[in-house]
C-alpha cells in the first residue's frame, strides 16, 4: 500500500493527539507568516512613502552633489533621464526635483529650511505628503502662476502663518547669488516627524526653477518611481549602463537614506530570527507526537519486522509520517496566516491614535508609517513553509532511528 | 531677534535712483499730488543717505530685554552695489567689519583674523548682534517698485505739516509686510515715521525719524528709532554723527582684502 | 507512601515517554528564557542608546528653557542638583547650551553648541569614547571642539583643523574664537550628528559670557537606580522651578519603540506558551490514556475522584519543575554568554531609531524576571495542561474504566 496512505492512516488512529499536532504547527506557521508579512509591511511601506516623498527608489544627481550639495550642481537633462526611463518599463514615473537650503520669512520671524521644487501634476498623485495635508491643499498645476507652497504645522506656527499668509524665500541661485521670492501658503501638512513639519517647503517646480535660475530641462535631483520596488536591483543596473558617459550619478535609495536602509535590514534579520524560533518550538511537538506514536506501536513494529519487513521501509514509514503532520500542519498554518495577512492588508491596523503626538517613531527624520497593512509575498511563504519542513525533517530523525531499535523476540513475548 | 532695521543700513547707500543723486529739497506741491509725485516722495526716502557714494560715521544704541549696548560705526559706500561697514567702539568688536559686493556678504573678525562668507539659510541671523538681520544687507526694495501707493492722509499733526502715504505691497513683491504706512512733512519730504504692518493689519515695527540737521549738504533726520511692536521696551537707535557724499573711493576699499585691513 | 514518592515513582515507570516530555518542555524553557534575556536586551540597547548617548537618564533645565531654547533661560539650582545626585551616587554633568556659527572659510553651517565638564561627561555616558576621529576633550580647556559625524563632513572638517565659531554673547555683543578639532564623534542619531559641536565649559564661558551659568543638567545611575528615584533626587533640590525629565519624556518616539517591543515580546511569549503547552497536553493525554485501567482500579479500590486528580496534578508538578529549572538552568547560562558575547548588528549599519543612535552590539540581559517567568510560566501551563486528562481520569466509572483496553 501506498506509503503515505498508509502514514496517513496511521495518523488518524489517534485522531486527537494527531489535532493537537496539527492545531500546534498551523498556529506557530500562521502566526509566523503575519507577523513576518506585517513586518514587512511596515519597513516596505515606510521606505516607499520616503521614495515617493523625496527622490524615487533611483536618484539621479550630479556626481559632486553628495559630497558638497549646492544648487549649481544639477542633472543638466531631465530630458535625457525621461528618455532612459521610457525605455524600462519598471520605471512608473519620473520626477525631477529641484532642492536647495534657504530661509523663509514672515512679519512674525523666519526660519531655516529645505525647500523641495516639485511638478504637482505629479506629485498630487505620488507622494505621501500631498496626502497629509490638515490645512488647504496640496499644489496644484495652477499654484506655479501663484506661487503658492505648502509648509509644515511647525513652521507655520513658528512663523504665526496661516493659510493665505505670503512669506518670503531666500536663498542662493546657480551663480551663487542671493535671491529672494515671493510665496503663499496654500496648504499646511503635517507627516509626524518634526524635522520635517518644521524645517520642509514644498513649491511647484516651476517656481522653484525660476528661483534658483534652473532652466525646464534641468533639476538638482531626477527621481525614478519604480511600480515593483523588488526590481531595484535590476533597474538600477540598466539605468547606471544607459548612462554611462553622462554627467550624473545613478544611486539607490539606500544611499541617500542610510537610516532607513539599516533600520530595514536589521529588522527584516530581527523578526526572521523570532519567528524561526517559534516555528521551532511548535514543530517540536512533533517529536513528541511521533516518539509516543513510536513508543506506542512497538509491538506492531516488533511483529512487522518478524514477519519480514525491512528495516528501512519500517523507518521510511516512521519517517513520512513525521514529514507529513509537518505539511499538513504547515500547509494549514500558511493558509491561516495567509488569510489573516490579507484580511488585514485590506482593512489595515491603524495605530495613529494610540501615538501622541510628536511621540511616532522616525527613522532618518521620516516617521514610520503607524498604519500597518501586512504585505505578503511568495518569498515569506516559501521561508515559513520551508523551515517548518526542514525543521519537521531533522526532528524526525531521532523517533525514526528509534522506530526500528526493538529487539524483536523480546518485544513480542512481552504482554 | 527679528529685523528692525531693515531699510536703515540699507538705506545707508544701497540704491541711488539717478533723480536722488545730489539731493536738494523739492518744493512743496500745492495741486493734488500725482502718482508720480508720490513715487518721488517714496524714492526720496529710499534714498534719503545714499549717493553716488558716501562715508558716513554712526552709533547705534541697542536696548533688548537682556541687555544695552552702543557700537560706533564707519561706513563706506559706493553706487548701489558695494557697501562696507566697520565697527569702531566697543573695543570687544573694534574692527569687525561687513562687506557687500553685489548680492554677496562676507563678514570679518579681527581676533581670529577670519573672512566667513554669508550662506543664504544663515539671513535671519542678526547683524553683530543687533535687530538688523544679513538678509537686509543684501537686498533691497525699492518703495516705490515693490507697492502701490495712495495718499491716505495730508494735513497737520502734532504742529506740523504732514502726508501720509498707504502702501499696498504688489502681488508678487518679495516683501513679508502687508501694509506701510509713510509719514513725510509736507515741508521737505523728509521722513517722521514708517510703520510696519503684517498681514492680519497689525503693526509690527515702527521707524521714527527726528533731529533734522544738516549733513552731507542736506537737511536730513539724523537720529532713528526702530521700535518692535510685539517686545515691549526693546528699541534700536541710530545716530549720523557725519556724513560725507559723492566723495572719491577707491574699488579697491570694497574688496575682501580691505575687509582685513 | 508519600504521594510525592508515589508521584516520582509513577514518572519513572515509562522513562521514554517522560524524557521526552521532560524534554520538550526544557527546550521551550530554555527557549523562553533565552528570548526574554534577548527582549530585555535589546531594551536595553535602545533605551541606554537615549541615555548613554547624550540625554542620560534624567534632565534638568530650567522651566522657561523648553520653548525657545533661549541662552538667558539658565539654570541656578545646577550646582546644588550636582552635589546632591553625587552624594548619592549618581553621576551628574552640567551642560551649557548656546547656538553659532562654525565657518571653515568657504563652508559654514549653524551649530547647536555644548559647553561640558569632559571629565563628567566621561563618567555620565558612552558618548566621550563615540569616537569615528580624534579624541575627546582633555580635562584642561584650550579652544578644543568635537563635532558631530555629519557637522564635520558639512564643513569638510577633519581632526587638527581649525574652525571659526562666531556667536552672540549673552550681552548681545559677537564673540569669535578659533577652534581646534580635536574630535569627530561617530554616528549618535540625526539629532547629534548634524547640529551639535562640543567645547569645554570654560571656553564656552568666555565665549559667550555666561560666567558658570548652566542650561542642562544631566544625571545617570546607569541603570543601578530606578528612573524615579533620580528624578526625586533632582527634584529635591530643584523645586517646581525647574523641569525634571526622564529620557522617556525628553525622547518619546524612542520611548514609544521600547514600550513597542516589550509588548511585542509579550506577545510572542505567549505563543511560545502556547505551543509548548499544547505539545505538553499531547503528552499527558496519552499517559492518562494508557493509564485508564490503572484509575479504574484504584477507583474501584476506594480511591476518590479528588484523589486521582492531586495524583495526576502532583506528577505533572514534578515533570514539570524539573524540566522548567532544567531549562531555565540552560537558558540562564546561554543568557550569561550572550551577554558577555552579544550579537554584532553593525554589518547592517549605523543604527539609529528616533534621532538617537546606538551601539551595534545585541547584548542578552539577564534578570530575574527573564527566567522566572519562563519557568514558572511553563510549571504552570504543564499543570494546566495535565487538569483535562486528569479529569477525565477522575470521572471515569470504574467498571468502563477497568474493561478498557
New interface residues.
Given amino acids: 500500500m501506498n506509503l503515505v496512505k498508509l502514514a496517513w492512516r496511521n495518523l488518524l488512529r489517534n485522531k486527537?493527539?494527531t489535532a493537537?499536532?496539527l492545531?500546534?504547527i498551523a498556529?506557530?506557521c500562521a502566526?509566523a507568516l503575519f507577523v513576518i508579512a506585517l513586518m514587512d509591511g511596515i519597513h516596505k511601506k515606510t521606505i516607499e512613502d520616503a521614495a515617493r516623498m523625496l527622490a524615487g527608489q533611483i536618484t539621479v544627481e550630479h556626481p559632486a552633489y553628495r559630497?558638497?550639495p549646492g544648487p549649481a550642481l544639477f542633472v543638466p537633462s531631465v530630458g535625457a533621464m525621461q528618455a532612459v526611463a521610457s525605455k524600462i518599463p519598471e520605471i512608473e514615473s519620473v520626477k525631477p526635483l529641484v532642492a536647495g537650503q534657504g530661509m523663509v520669512a514672515s512679519a512674525a520671524g523666519s526660519v531655516?529650511v529645505a525647500f523641495l521644487g516639485v511638478d504637482p501634476a505629479i506629485e498630487g498623485d505620488v507622494s505621501p505628503l500631498a496626502r497629509h495635508m490638515v490645512r488647504g491643499r496640496f499644489l496644484v498645476p495652477a499654484d506655479a502662476d501663484a506661487r503658492g507652497v505648502v509648509v509644515g504645522t511647525k513652521l507655520a506656527a513658528r512663523m504665526h502663518v496661516d493659510l493665505g499668509n505670503k512669506v518670503v524665500l531666500t536663498t542662493t541661485d546657480v551663480h551663487g547669488e542671493v535671491v529672494e521670492e515671493l510665496l503663499r501658503i496654500v496648504g499646511i501638512f503635517s507627516l509626524g516627524s518634526d524635522?520635517l513639519d518644521g524645517g520642509l517647503v514644498e513649491m511647484p517646480l516651476a517656481v522653484s526653477r525660476r528661483v534658483i535660475g534652473l532652466t525646464d530641462d534641468e533639476a538638482t535631483q531626477v527621481g525614478f518611481l519604480l511600480g515593483d520596488p523588488d526590481s531595484e536591483e535590476q533597474v538600477i543596473a540598466q539605468v547606471r549602463a544607459m548612462v554611462a558617459g553622462q554627467p550624473v550619478t545613478v544611486y539607490s535609495w539606500a544611499t541617500l537614506l542610510?537610516?532607513l536602509?539599516?533600520?530595514e535590514?536589521?529588522g527584516t534579520?530581527g523578526h526572521h530570527v523570532?519567528c524561526g524560533?517559534?516555528i521551532?518550538?511548535?514543530s517540536?511537538?512533533i517529536?513528541?507526537?511521533i516518539?509516543?506514536s513510536v513508543?506506542?506501536r512497538k509491538r506492531e513494529f516488533a511483529m512487522l519486522l518478524a514477519l519480514g519487513t525491512s528495516p528501512a521501509r519500517l523507518r521510511a514509514q516512521v519517517f513520512i509520517e513525521s514529514v507529513l503532520l509537518g505539511v499538513a500542519g504547515c500547509a494549514a498554518g500558511l493558509a491561516l496566516g495567509a488569510a489573516g495577512a490579507l484580511a488585514a492588508a485590506r482593512h489595515g491596523i491603524d495605530l495613529r491614535d494610540s501615538?501622541?503626538d510628536?511621540?511616532?517613531?522616525?527613522?532618518?527624520?521620516l516617521a514610520v508609517s503607524l498604519q500597518l497593512r501586512p504585505i505578503l509575498t511568495l518569498g515569506d511563504v516559501v521561508f515559513v513553509g520551508s523551515l517548518v519542513l526542514i525543521l519537521t525533517m531533522v526532528i524526525a530523525i531521532y523517533p525514526t532511528l528509534r522506530s526500528t531499535r526493538i529487539h524483536v523476540a523480546n518485544t513480542l513475548r512481552a504482554n | 531677534m527679528r529685523v528692525l532695521f531693515a531699510t536703515v543700513l540699507v538705506a545707508f547707500s544701497l540704491a541711488s535712483a539717478p533723480h536722488a543723486l545730489g539731493a536738494e529739497q523739492a518744493p512743496p506741491a500745492r495741486a493734488e499730488p500725482t502718482q508720480a509725485d508720490l513715487a518721488a516722495i517714496l524714492d526720496y526716502v529710499d534714498d534719503l543717505y545714499s549717493s553716488r557714494s558716501s562715508h558716513t560715521a554712526v552709533t547705534m544704541h541697542?536696548v533688548?530685554?537682556?541687555?544695552t549696548?552702543d557700537m560706533g560705526m564707519e561706513t563706506w559706500s559706493k553706487g548701489e552695489d558695494r557697501f562696507l561697514v566697520r565697527i569702531l567702539t566697543?573695543e570687544?568688536?573694534a574692527g569687525?567689519a561687513t562687506l557687500k559686493s553685489g548680492t554677496n556678504v562676507w563678514?570679518y573678525?579681527p581676533?581670529?583674523n577670519?573672512?566667513?562668507?554669508l550662506?543664504a539659510?544663515?539671513m535671519n541671523?542678526?547683524w553683530?548682534?543687533?535687530h538688523v538681520t544679513n538678509g537686509d544687507i543684501v537686498k533691497h526694495n525699492r518703495m516705490s517698485q515693490s507697492y502701490t501707493y495712495v495718499k491716505s492722509f495730508e494735513g497737520d499733526r502734532e504742529g506740523q505739516g504732514v502726508m501720509d502715504l498707504t502702501l499696498d505691497p504688489k502681488p508678487n513683491a518679495a516683501v513679508v509686510w502687508g501694509k506701510v504706512v509713510v509719514v513725510v512733512r509736507r515741508s521737505d519730504r523728509n521722513p517722521v515715521q514708517i510703520r510696519y504692518y503684517d498681514e492680519s493689519k497689525a503693526l509690527a515695527q515702527t521707524w521714527a525719524f527726528s533731529d533734522i540737521k544738516r549733513l552731507g549738504g542736506r537737511d536730513v533726520p539724523t537720529t532713528i528709532k526702530v521700535v518692535p511692536a510685539n517686545k515691549p521696551g526693546e528699541f534700536t537707535e541710530l545716530r549720523y554723527r557725519s556724513m560725507e557724499l559723492n566723495v572719491a573711493l577707491d574699488d579697491a576699499l570694497f574688496s575682501q582684502r580691505s575687509l582685513q585691513k | 507512601m508519600s504521594p510525592w514518592r508515589l508521584a516520582w515513582r509513577n514518572l519513572q515507570r515509562?522513562r521514554?515517554?517522560t524524557g521526552?516530555?521532560v524534554?520538550?518542555l526544557a527546550?521551550?524553557t530554555t527557549?523562553l528564557v533565552v528570548?526574554h534575556g534577548m527582549v530585555y536586551g535589546l531594551d536595553d540597547l535602545v533605551s541606554r542608546g537615549a541615555v548613554n548617548l547624550g540625554v542620560g537618564e534624567v534632565e534638568v533645565h530650567a522651566k522657561a528653557y523648553g520653548l525657545d531654547q533661549s541662552i538667558?533661560a539658565t539654570l541656578p539650582t545646577a550646582d546644588a542638583i550636582v552635589e546632591r545626585a553625587r552624594s548619592r551616587g549618581i553621576d551628574a554633568a552640567r551642560r551649557a547650551l548656546g547656538g553659532g556659527?562654525l565657518?571653515s572659510?568657504?563652508?559654514?553651517s549653524?551649530v547647536r553648541i555644548w559647553g561640558v565638564d569632559p571629565a563628567a561627561e566621561r563618567a555620565l555616558g558612552k558618548l566621550p569614547s563615540h569616537l569615528k576621529a580624534g579624541s575627546y576633550l582633555p580635562d584642561t580647556n584650550g579652544n578644543r571642539v568635537v563635532l558631530g559625524s555629519e557637522l564635520a563632513?558639512i564643513l569638510?572638517a577633519k581632526v587638527g583643523d581649525r574652525l571659526?565659531l562666531?556667536v552672540?554673547?549673552?550681552?548681545?555683543?559677537?564673540?569669535?574664537?578659533?577652534m581646534t578639532v580635536d574630535g569627530v564623534l561617530e554616528s549618535a542619531g540625526?539629532q547629534i550628528d548634524g547640529t551639535v559641536a562640543i567645547i569645554d565649559r570654560r571656553d564656552f564661558d568666555a565665549l559667550f559670557g555666561t560666567d558658570g551659568k548652566v542650561h542642562e543638567v544631566a544625571l545617570s545611575s546607569h541603570f543601578q537606580l530606578p528612573e524615579e528615584q533620580v528624578v526625586a533626587v533632582a527634584k529635591s533640590v530643584a523645586g517646581d522651578a525647574a523641569d525634571v525629565q526622564t529620557w522617556r519624556a525628553v525622547l518619546?518616539?524612542?520611548?514609544?519603540?521600547v514600550d513597542?517591543t516589550r509588548s511585542s515580546a509579550g506577545l510572542?511569549s505567549f505563543?511560545?506558551f502556547?505551543?509548548?503547552g499544547?505539545?505538553?497536553?499531547?503528552?499527558m493525554?496519552?499517559a492518562a490514556t494508557e493509564r485508564i485501567r490503572e484509575y479504574g482500579i484504584l477507583k474501584a479500590l476506594g480511591a476518590t475522584p479528588w484523589r486521582i486528580l492531586t495524583d495526576v496534578a502532583r506528577e505533572a508538578f514534578l515533570l514539570g519543575s524539573l524540566s522548567a529549572c532544567a531549562g531555565g538552568a540552560v537558558g540562564l547560562a546561554a543568557v550569561f554568554a550572550l551577554e558577555s558575547h552579544g550579537i554584532d548588528?553593525s554589518k547592517?549599519?549605523?543604527?539609529?531609531?528616533?534621532?538617537v543612535g546606538f551601539e551595534s552590539v545585541w547584548r542578552a540581559h539577564a534578570s530575574a524576571d527573564g527566567v522566572l517567568v519562563p519557568v514558572l510560566g511553563m510549571l504552570l501551563v504543564t499543570v494546566a495542561a495535565s487538569l483535562y486528562p486528569a479529569l477525565k481520569a477522575a470521572r471515569l466509572e470504574p467498571v468502563k474504566a477497568i474493561a478498557h483496553v
Avoid at chain 1, 358 to 365: C, D, K, L
Avoid at chain 3, 105 to 108: A, D, L, M, V
Wanted: net charge positive; charged share 15%.
Fill in positions: 486527537r493527539r493537537i499536532t492545531v500546534s498556529s506557530g502566526f559630497d558638497a531655516g524635522a542610510p537610516a536602509a539599516s533600520w535590514a536589521s534579520r523570532i524560533v517559534v521551532f518550538l511548535a517540536f511537538t517529536l513528541n507526537t516518539l509516543m513508543l506506542e501615538v501622541k510628536g511621540a511616532a517613531p522616525t527613522v532618518g527624520n | 541697542v533688548t530685554e537682556h541687555a549696548r566697543p570687544k568688536e569687525m563678514n573678525f581676533k581670529i577670519q573672512v566667513t562668507k550662506s539659510s544663515l541671523a542678526g553683530m548682534g543687533s | 515509562n521514554g515517554r521526552i516530555s524534554l520538550a527546550v521551550s527557549l528570548f538667558y556659527l565657518s572659510g568657504e563652508k559654514s549653524g563632513r569638510g571659526a562666531i552672540q554673547a549673552m550681552d548681545a555683543s559677537t564673540s569669535t574664537e578659533m540625526e518619546p518616539a524612542v520611548a514609544n519603540v513597542i510572542f505563543v511560545f502556547a505551543a509548548a499544547l505539545g505538553l497536553l499531547n503528552t493525554l496519552m548588528l547592517f549599519g549605523k543604527l539609529s531609531l528616533s534621532g
